[in-house]
């Protein structure tokens, strides 16, 4: 089982910043095509080096090689925010424990 969690430092109205959080499998474990996910939305989860966001290519670098960039802070836009957070739902539900996703109401989620 596979997964991955971004948590919110800072927000402003113009920008978040976050760091990943949570991420268990690296570099060519990462996704079943490598080190690449993409989500649904089009943003690109990749495993190669270091934690950077590319807003023009929709490409977040998540974990990597590099151990020591671990905790880096990233910055986006709130929009950009919430496609990054989609698509990490989308790759946790991809490679995660179908029977746990199905048991959850999204309901519970609706404010």
Not at 26 to 43: C, L, Y
Not at 61 to 87: F, M
Request: glycine share 4%; charged share 30%; proline share 4%.
């Amino acid at each position: 089982m596979k997964r991955i969690v971004f948590i919110q430092t800072h927000k402003t109205d113009l920008s978040v910043h976050f760091q990943v959080a949570e991420q268990t499998h690296r570099t060519s474990e990462f996704s079943d095509r490598g080190r690449r996910f993409v989500a649904s939305n089009g943003i690109i989860l990749s495993s190669s080096f270091a934690p950077e966001w590319r807003p023009r290519e929709c490409l977040l670098y998540v974990r990597g090689n590099s151990e020591q960039s671990d905790r880096a802070t990233l910055v986006c836009s709130p929009d950009d925010w919430e496609k990054i957070c989609r698509a990490a739902d989308e790759y946790n539900r991809h490679f995660g424990d179908p029977i746990l996703f199905k048991n959850i109401d999204d309901s519970l989620f609706k404010i």
